[in-house]
């Protein structure tokens, strides 16, 4: 199957950047392809980009939120950017507070570029899920990206059937 021309940018970043991710296992401990699992999350957080451009924000994020709160740099990034430092962007759908502590320092909506937003999407999965929380399925995967942590006992199960539904689809080729 042959990707629809409008969506190619989306898979062309799956995969530059697939490969980055290595070590995990699905449910029948099968190896996780990389490529595969940007190209679920872009189809279940923004149909494959073509929502790309939707904002969606979250109030833990904005005043009185429980991030803000904690956190200097949220409020210091709240002051600069307003209410676009609350939200996520993107066809991966990072959290600009999130890109911003895997190193990304541009604004928030420049998450709306495919290619920064599936490097930004990447490096969460590798560097914080798998490396730094010892993520190894990809139940847990899904599970992390939703709800931030794999072990802090919020289980997004609906998300984490989508997410396993969309891997299971057959991969386009570019
Ligand atoms: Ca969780």
């Known amino acids: 199957m042959v990707v629809r021309e409008s969506l190619r940018p989306v898979l062309q970043q799956c995969y530059r950047f ?4 290595t070590g995990l296992r699905d449910d029948q401990g ?9 190209w679920a999350l872009a189809g279940i957080e923004s149909d494959y980009g073509r929502l790309a451009e939707f904002a969606r924000h979250e109030p833990a994020y904005m005043p009185r939120g ?4 904690q956190s200097i740099e949220q409020r210091q990034a709240w002051a600069r950017w307003g209410i676009t430092a609350a ?6 759908q990072v959290m600009a507070a999130t890109a911003r502590e895997m ?3 541009g604004p928030p909506h420049g998450l709306i570029d495919h290619e920064t937003c599936c490097r930004v999407a990447t490096a969460l999965i590798t560097r914080r899920f798998v490396i730094a929380h010892g993520v190894t399925t990809l139940r847990d995967v899904f599970d992390a990206y939703n709800s931030g942590n794999a072990r802090d006992g919020v289980v997004p199960s609906a998300y984490i059937t989508k997410g396993l539904a969309a891997y299971g689809l057959e991969l386009p080729t570019l």
Not at 18 to 21: A, F, N, R
Not at 31 to 38: A, I, M, N, T
Not at 66 to 69: D, G, P, S
């Open 30 to 38: 099968r190896l996780v392809d990389g490529v595969r699992l940007l």
């Open 87 to 92: 939200c996520s962007f993107g066809a991966w």
């Open 18 to 21: 697939g490969g980055h991710v």
């Open 66 to 69: 429980r991030y803000y709160t």
């Open 103 to 105: 190193g990304y320092d």
